[in-house]
């Protein structure tokens, strides 16, 4: 009944914060119902009304309709929406459901743009009602916790080549060779090579011999 009664409002038709977070509250609570969390997103995402909007993705944030059904696409769209508030609500819960991917990095890095933590960040603190900054900064944060989660982790590890495949030859004939090499490293093996006289094929004598010497064949 209450998303019936949201999806009716014109654009026009104005909100109060107040209500927003109340509204936001009573529509979390039916959200536990199988079906509603899609028929959410359908009927309210994307209304023309930004206060009706930011009630149905605050209400999402609160019931954790993430763990519901894949949101990732409609927050997506959300970090592109016209009102800078819905942005950085959209930022934070991509952040509160750990979604990561290279699209939501890049949308998360342009979204950000040129912020620089912490100073940035102190600068939100201090204009609370700067929207367009609020969003940046949140969005810059949910970027951070991504990259350190990824350097944590160290390069990411390929999955192994399957025997027999192009790439598993290859890697064995790397393997073999570090092998090798590290042979000969230990016994103290050099290369030589031999120098070829100007204008012809006659070997000079190797490097380091002594005069008259013959090269050892």
Same mark, same amino acid.
């Given at each position: 009944?209450?998303?019936?009664?949201?999806?009716?409002?014109?654009?026009?038709?104005?909100?109060?914060?107040?209500?927003?977070?109340?509204?936001?509250?009573?529509?979390?609570?039916?959200?536990?119902?199988?079906?509603?969390?899609?028929?959410?997103?359908?009927?309210?995402?994307?209304?023309?009304?930004?206060?009706?909007?930011?009630?149905?993705?605050? !209400?999402?944030? %609160? &019931?954790?309709?993430?763990?519901?059904?894949?949101?990732? $696409?409609?927050?997506? *769209?959300?970090? /592109? =929406?016209?009102?800078?508030?819905?942005?950085?609500?959209?930022?934070?819960?991509?952040?509160?459901?750990?979604?990561?991917?290279?699209?939501?990095?890049?949308?998360?890095?342009?979204?950000?743009?040129?912020?620089?933590?912490?100073?940035?960040? !102190?600068?939100? %603190? &201090?204009?609370?009602?700067?929207?367009?900054?609020?969003? $940046?900064?949140?969005? *810059?944060?949910? /970027? =951070?916790?991504?990259?350190?989660?990824?350097?944590?982790?160290?390069?990411?590890?390929?999955?192994?080549?399957?025997?027999?495949?192009?790439?598993?030859?290859?890697?064995?004939?790397?393997?073999?060779?570090?092998?090798?090499?590290?042979?000969?490293?230990?016994?103290? &093996?050099?290369?030589?090579?031999?120098?070829?006289?100007?204008?012809?094929?006659?070997?000079?004598?190797?490097?380091?011999?002594?005069?008259?010497?013959?090269?050892?064949?």
């Amino acid at each position: 009944m209450l998303v019936f009664k949201l999806n009716r409002m014109s654009r026009q038709d104005r909100i109060s914060a107040v209500e927003e977070i109340a509204l936001a509250g009573q529509l979390a609570e039916q959200l536990e119902k199988p079906g509603m969390v899609e028929r959410l997103v359908a009927d309210l995402f994307d209304h023309e009304n930004a206060h009706v909007r930011r009630i149905a993705l605050n !209400a999402v944030r %609160r &019931a954790h309709g993430y763990r519901q059904t894949d949101l990732t $696409q409609a927050l997506l *769209r959300k970090l /592109l =929406d016209p009102d800078p508030w819905l942005r950085h609500d959209a930022a934070w819960i991509l952040h509160e459901a750990d979604l990561d991917s290279p699209q939501i990095r890049a949308m998360l890095r342009q979204l950000a743009g040129p912020v620089m933590l912490p100073y940035d960040q !102190a600068r939100a %603190r &201090a204009n609370p009602s700067d929207a367009l900054l609020q969003a $940046q900064v949140r969005a *810059r944060q949910t /970027l =951070d916790v991504l990259l350190a989660r990824q350097t944590a982790k160290g390069v990411v590890a390929k999955l192994p080549y399957a025997s027999g495949t192009v790439g598993h030859t290859h890697m064995r004939r790397r393997e073999t060779l570090k092998l090798m090499f590290e042979r000969h490293k230990e016994r103290g &093996a050099k290369m030589r090579f031999k120098l070829l006289e100007a204008g012809g094929n006659k070997a000079s004598p190797m490097a380091g011999a002594k005069p008259g010497s013959a090269p050892k064949p």
